[in-house]
């Protein structure tokens, strides 16, 4: 199966009082954490979309410029779909597509090859999701057949409409704790920091 991978990398961050995706995790970045586990999870085609703080990030990524590409959403402060929306356009030729919170750095990539395994094992299935003690996290696995609707998702409309409108049609996969944890706030950062000092971020 041809998978690609949209990265959400366009927020403010206003929470965190900084650009939390180039804070440090271990000996990288968070958005180098990010992509280098999309490239060991065998994912073809990766996009990061950016909005604010854009030359700082696009400095960041620039030895990446070629094997990733970057998509600009001017209207990043819409949220999460406009961003969605924004990389689905650049993305070409895939299967599927994984959507990808750019502030979730600790992406394993044994999960990531399960969940496409699990739904390339099951054509029926238009959604795969990581589950951990009953809640459904983050990444989300996108068939192909769902791409237009998402395009044409409304500013008042989330991602979420997608998922409820074909829950007949979703499969989980049990996951570990990090998959329903992001960063908005020093806090969270600190959790996700101590999560991966400790190794818990796998099964």
């Known amino acids: 199966m041809i998978v690609g991978a949209v990265v959400l990398a366009a927020g403010k961050s206003e929470r965190m009082g900084q650009n939390k995706l180039l804070l440090p995790l271990g000996e990288k970045l968070l958005i180098d954490q990010v ?3 999309l490239a060991a999870a065998g994912v073809n085609e990766q996009v990061v979309v950016l909005g604010h703080d854009l030359e700082k990030v696009i400095a960041s990524l620039k030895p990446r410029l070629g094997k990733v590409k970057i998509a600009l959403n001017v209207e990043y402060e819409k949220g999460m779909v406009s961003s969605f929306q924004t990389g689905l ?11 990808i919170l750019g502030d979730e750095p600790i992406l394993d990539p044994s999960l990531l090859q399960k969940m496409t395994q699990t739904m390339e094992s099951n ?9 951990y003690r009953s809640k459904k996290g983050h990444p989300l696995l996108f068939r192909r057949q769902l ?15 997608i998922v409820h409108a074909h829950a007949d049609r979703l499969v989980t996969v049990e996951a570990p704790e990090w998959t329903t944890i992001d960063i908005d706030t020093p806090e969270d950062y600190a959790r ?12």
């Open 35 to 37: 992509l280098d586990s």
């Open 89 to 99: 356009w650049v993305l070409s030729g895939i299967e599927a597509v994984f959507l």
């Open 123 to 131: 054509p029926e299935t238009l959604i795969v999701s990581p589950i």
């Open 147 to 161: 791409f237009g609707e998402i395009l044409s998702l409304k500013e008042a409309q989330t991602i979420r409409d």
């Open 192 to 203: 996700i920091v101590e999560l991966f000092k400790t190794g818990r971020q796998v099964n």
